[in-house]
């Protein structure tokens, strides 16, 4: 490329033209439209050159051009009807380090100019370097035809918006992706500049709002399983490595702490036994500020987020917010017990049916289908039993159980202080108190890890 294609900046700028015939008139007729002065000097301007020097648009000065005239020009066209005159102008401006043209002579160019296509301020500049001045035509009026007049507003509506952009997004590669997204709206190159200055905005400003939606925080309701790391799913731990703010409870394991982001912000919001009704609103209130604030906000929760978590409260606090959330299952602590019994909570041919229950509600101790929990086959899997293990013996002898019903005790399921202690219902209370069961424990009601009834302390079984 010997040409090298570059806008010149004219504003402010005076540009000399000579020469008043057909030569100088194909040059300003592109000439006219830049924001330089321009003076043209011929002693003989054409008619179409005096009606533009009477509109304004250029300057006609009738005399030749001296030296003091040349130096005022940023650049000059030497475009008389006599190429030796023109020749002899443009040495005279290279002489004086001014960028010139000679009108079709281009061995005598400093500079030559291209075809251009005329979208103010989209301006498409084709050249040839001389070589195929039609195809160069040609090509223009391709264009031509395929750039809408309403490209140029386009241009303006979107310098109005980047405008506005730089300040909102300080960014510059974040700005460049946001405008590709814009124009990628359409797949040719006639879909995409038929929008009109207001499409362009709805179109800008819903890329915007994706984008900021995306920056915009989130919840991730991660259930952190109920101790061993081993039992994490790989989507809580990706979560945990991308996480901006990690709020957790008492139940999650340090194991799993230690997984998350080094960076996050941590914080613990550990339900102190008895008064969860304010703390949940607390909690509530963080996860949703958090988010607003734009950060990934992972809610951990011991085993399963879902179960005996309150998960909805806090979903419904996130649907109020108006803040995404997804949720991520994690192994409840039941399941954890009983695998560490070797029993499945289902047997085929013993009960279709196991009860998840709760020791504890709202209201204090939970009520159940006692009738139900009696029969023989019956088994449940307890959670915050322990301070209500008195009342389930209760509830549960007084509607006929059997008091040899077994129960199994897992504390701290798959970690290292693992314990278990076989016990039966008739038992229950007194066993959680004689081998210092002080939770979390899971009591598995109808399991027994062996057929002996008698209470035995069991030395933990390592989580594969
Ligand atoms: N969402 C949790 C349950 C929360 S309720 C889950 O799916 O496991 C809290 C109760 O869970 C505790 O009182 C205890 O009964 C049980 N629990 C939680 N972690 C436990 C663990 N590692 N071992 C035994 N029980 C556990």
């Known amino acids: 490329m010997r040409y090298l294609p570059i806008f010149f900046d004219t504003q402010e700028k005076t540009i000399v033209v000579i020469g008043g015939g057909p030569a100088a008139e194909a040059k300003l007729r592109t000439l006219i439209r830049v924001d330089g002065e321009l003076l043209v000097f011929t002693k003989g301007p054409s008619d179409q050159i005096k009606r533009w020097a009477n509109e304004g648009k250029l300057t006609i000065v009738q005399e030749t051009p001296e030296k003091e005239d040349f130096k005022l020009a940023s650049l000059i066209y030497a475009a008389t009807e006599d190429p030796a005159e023109n020749a002899g102008l443009a040495d005279k401006a290279k002489d004086l380090g001014i960028p010139v043209n000679a009108a079709d002579q281009k061995e005598d160019c400093s500079f030559i100019t291209p075809a251009i296509v005329d979208r103010d301020p989209i301006v498409v500049a084709i050249g040839s370097e001389g070589t195929a001045p039609g195809l160069a035509r040609s090509l223009k009026a391709d264009i031509e035809s395929r750039l809408p007049q309403s490209t140029g507003p386009l241009a303006r509506k979107i310098a109005e918006l980047r405008a506005s952009l730089s300040a909102i ?12 997204k814009v124009f990628s709206s359409g797949k040719t190159l006639e879909k995409r500049l038929a929008h009109t200055p207001e499409e362009i905005e709805a179109t800008f400003e819903s ?46 394991s340090q194991g799993v702490l230690d997984l998350g982001r080094r960076e996050a912000k941590y914080i613990y919001v550990g339900k102190a ?7 949940q609103g607390e909690i509530n209130r963080i996860i949703v500020e958090k988010a607003l604030e734009g950060n990934h906000v992972v809610r951990l929760k011991g085993g399963d987020p879902l179960i005996f978590g309150r998960a909805d409260e806090e979903i419904e606090a996130l649907e109020q917010a108006g803040v995404d959330y997804d949720i991520v299952p994690g192994i409840t602590s039941a399941a954890a017990a009983a695998a560490t019994i070797g029993k499945s909570l289902t047997s085929r041919g013993h009960n ?28 449940a899997a307890i959670y915050m039993g322990l301070g209500a293990s008195r009342f389930i013996q209760g509830r549960l002898l007084l509607h006929g159980a059997d008091r040899n019903h077994p129960v199994t005790i897992v504390e701290n399921a798959s970690r290292a202080d693992e314990k278990v202690v076989e016990t039966t219902l008739g038992n229950l209370a007194q066993d959680i108190e004689k081998y210092g ?10 399991y027994a890890k062996t057929e002996a009834v008698a209470a035995e302390f069991l030395p933990r079984k390592a989580v594969k």
Do not use: C
Request: charged share 25%; hydrophobic share 40%.
């Open 273 to 279: 036994p008895g008064n969860h009704s304010t703390r």
């Open 437 to 446: 069961i002080l939770g979390p424990a899971i009591l598995l009601y109808g």
């Open 207 to 252: 890329a915007l709002k994706e984008e900021f939606k995306e920056k915009a925080g989130s919840v991730s309701l991660v259930g952190a399983g109920p101790g061993d790391i081993e039992l994490l799913t790989l989507g809580a731990q990706r979560r945990l490595h991308s996480a901006d703010v990690i709020v957790y409870d008492r139940l999650v």
């Open 352 to 379: 279709k049916s196991v009860t998840l229950m709760t020791g504890h509600d709202s209201k204090g101790f939970a009520e159940q289908d006692w009738k139900k929990l009696s029969d023989p086959t019956a088994r």
């Open 169 to 180: 997004m300080p960014d510059f590669s974040d700005r460049q992706r946001l405008w590709a």
